[in-house]
């Protein structure tokens, strides 16, 4: 069974380990142990077996703006729908908060269509989006594609 809860300072370890075997790939962005501490509060993660098998982030930009970040499961576990529930999170997360619109920069756009996304515009993306892609060695190459969810802001509790 899979269980999507937030991240604690002990998943952190593992989280770690998960995110930087893709982002020594070049498919998210590297994330260091203080920087997952010091956001954990909108890191999710997914538990199977009491392992952390996969995780994902919410990132506000600005008041009407969020993006998911840092979303990646265990090779292990992947295409069991734990990817959709850990975005289904977010936007239930996103939605919650009161933001009406969710991004991601991906290079999964079928994955992320699935979730509910369409592809947008990159040029059209405020600067706020870029500001830490100054990190990334794809900063003046960037190939990925932006993707929008326009959040139905339901939840009101
Ligand atoms: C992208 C990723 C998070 C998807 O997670 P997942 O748990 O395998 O995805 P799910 O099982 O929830 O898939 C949901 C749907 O998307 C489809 N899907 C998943 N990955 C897909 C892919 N790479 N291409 C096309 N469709 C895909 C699934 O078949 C499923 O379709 P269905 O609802 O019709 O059955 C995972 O492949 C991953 O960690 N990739 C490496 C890191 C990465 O690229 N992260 C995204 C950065 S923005």
């Known amino acids: 069974m899979v269980k999507i809860r937030r991240a604690k300072i002990s998943d952190i ?3 770690y380990e998960l995110i930087n075997i893709y982002s020594k790939k070049g498919i998210v962005l ?3 142990k203080k920087s997952l501490s010091q956001n954990i509060f909108s890191i999710f993660v997914a538990i199977v077996d009491n392992e952390v098998v996969g995780t994902a982030s919410l990132a506000i ?3 009407d703006l969020a993006e998911v970040r840092s979303l990646v499961v265990d090779e292990s576990k992947m295409k069991l729908g734990i990817g959709k529930m850990l975005v289904e999170k977010i936007k239930e997360e996103t939605d919650r908060i009161g933001i009406e619109k969710l991004i991601s920069l991906t290079y999964q756009v079928d994955f992320f269509k ?11 993306m405020p600067q706020k989006v870029w500001q830490d892609c100054i990190n990334c060695p794809k900063l003046h190459n960037c190939d990925e594609i932006a993707m929008i969810y326009y959040v139905k802001n339901k939840v009101c509790i």
């Open 30 to 32: 590297p994330r260091t």
């Open 61 to 63: 930009l600005d008041t």
């Open 114 to 124: 699935k979730c509910g996304f369409e592809v947008t515009v990159k040029d059209k």
């Open 13 to 15: 370890d593992s989280l």
